[in-house]
């Protein structure tokens, strides 16, 4: 009995196993009309959350477009610091997990644990080279005294090391600084989402290896993937608006 | 509605995507992602912005149609989509009016 049926037993009946009057998987709640409609509600319950998220960082982005419209010349200077290498390795790590995350919806539908743990598993080692790359990016760009408020210097832009770079003025050296925050604070966001999510998945692999995932109840696999999904669009979005700006200089 | 059409109903709204078309989207994300660095290294000017923004569009909505199932979704998870997508629109757009419209002397 779950808690639904206990909690909906009148006390003289508690302890009888009375037969269910109706046929339905034991994962179904009463309020839903069959197991079809219940998957739904919840798919379109994780896309109204989503849809929020997607506000939440679309707030990011237009800051980003105006402050890169109004100081074109120090975004392009604070993205021809960033390492391309990096951003395109992390860019595959992520569309990599996000694979695995499809194959792990798969494996749960076709009721395979084994393979359904594998999935998750590989998912959240991809998720953590992602965030090593992260880290050993935001540490260089500390370490190359770019982080705003804390250590910024605008040497870089003035007198730049690169030959082919274009020395910006000081007054526009300065807004680099806006650059850097903007990066920041977006691809902090976008970590954090990834944190939580990396959370997540550890509670469905203890979970999914106890064979809760594999008698039909794909539910919470499908609506993590999902989520997982959805921060990988954000970062798909954020990589050529970080990274790729006017590289051709 | 009799117990046989309810199994056959909540059957057919329950479509398995097999693996061969999550290999073939996976491939195509990176191909696109090798082509959005590559091109970012030719000068087209303002076009290169518009391009690296319209692969990732393709990017997104590949992996909105394939790997979060919207293809095979029904009307309504179809709807609730574009109608999230509808309202990020009106979020950057009316944000533009308004900065665009006052003479703060930037644009």
């Not at chain 1, 074109?72 to 992520?94: D, E, K, Q």
């Not at chain 1, 705003?148 to 870089?156: A, E, L, R």
């Not at chain 1, 920041?184 to 959370?199: D, E, P, R, S």
């Not at chain 1, 550890?202 to 959805?230: C, D, Q």
Request: glycine letters at 6%; charged letters at 15%.
């Amino acid at each position: 009995m779950d808690s639904q049926s206990i909690a909906t037993t009148p006390q003289e009946l508690d302890g009888v196993d009375l037969p269910h009057p109706h046929e339905h998987p034991a994962y179904m709640r009463h309020h839903f009309e069959d197991i079809g409609q219940q998957r739904e509600a919840a798919n379109f319950g994780m896309w109204v959350f989503l849809l929020t998220e997607i506000m939440f960082f679309g707030g990011l982005f237009c800051a980003y477009l105006i402050f890169r419209n109004w100081y074109h010349p120090a975004f392009v200077a604070g993205s021809n610091m960033m390492s391309i290498t990096l951003g395109t390795t992390n860019t595959a790590v992520l569309i990599a997990s996000s694979f695995t995350m499809a194959m792990a919806v798969y494996s749960a539908e076709m009721r395979r644990k084994g393979q359904l743990v594998l999935f998750l598993v590989l998912t959240i080692l991809l998720g953590f080279v992602f965030l090593a790359i992260k880290g050993v990016e935001w540490t260089t760009e500390y370490q190359e005294q770019h982080a705003p408020g804390i250590n910024f210097s605008i040497q870089d832009f003035v007198h730049p090391k690169n030959p082919k770079a274009i020395p910006l003025a000081p007054d526009m050296a300065e807004k680099t600084q806006l650059f850097f925050f903007m990066y920041f604070v977006m691809t902090g966001m976008h970590a954090l989402h990834m944190i939580i999510g990396i959370g997540i998945l550890f509670f469905l692999v203890a979970r999914a290896s106890k064979g809760a995932f594999t008698e039909g109840h794909v539910m919470p696999i499908e609506n993590f993937g999902l989520y997982w999904h959805f921060v990988d669009i954000i970062w798909i979005f954020l990589f050529p608006l970080l990274y790729l700006i006017s590289r051709y200089r | 509605m009799t117990e046989k059409t309810k199994e056959t109903h909540q059957d057919s709204e329950f479509h398995v995507v097999k693996p061969p078309v999550y290999l073939a989207i996976f491939f195509s994300l990176l191909v696109l992602t090798a082509a959005t660095t590559a091109i970012s290294y030719i000068d087209l000017g303002v076009f290169n912005a518009v391009i690296a923004l319209a692969i990732a569009c393709l990017k997104a909505s590949l992996v909105v149609l394939f790997f979060m199932h919207i293809h095979y979704s029904s009307r309504l998870l179809k709807l609730t989509v574009a109608a999230g997508l509808f309202t990020f629109m009106l979020l950057i757009s009316l944000t533009m009016t308004d900065y665009i419209s006052r003479a703060w002397g930037m644009f």
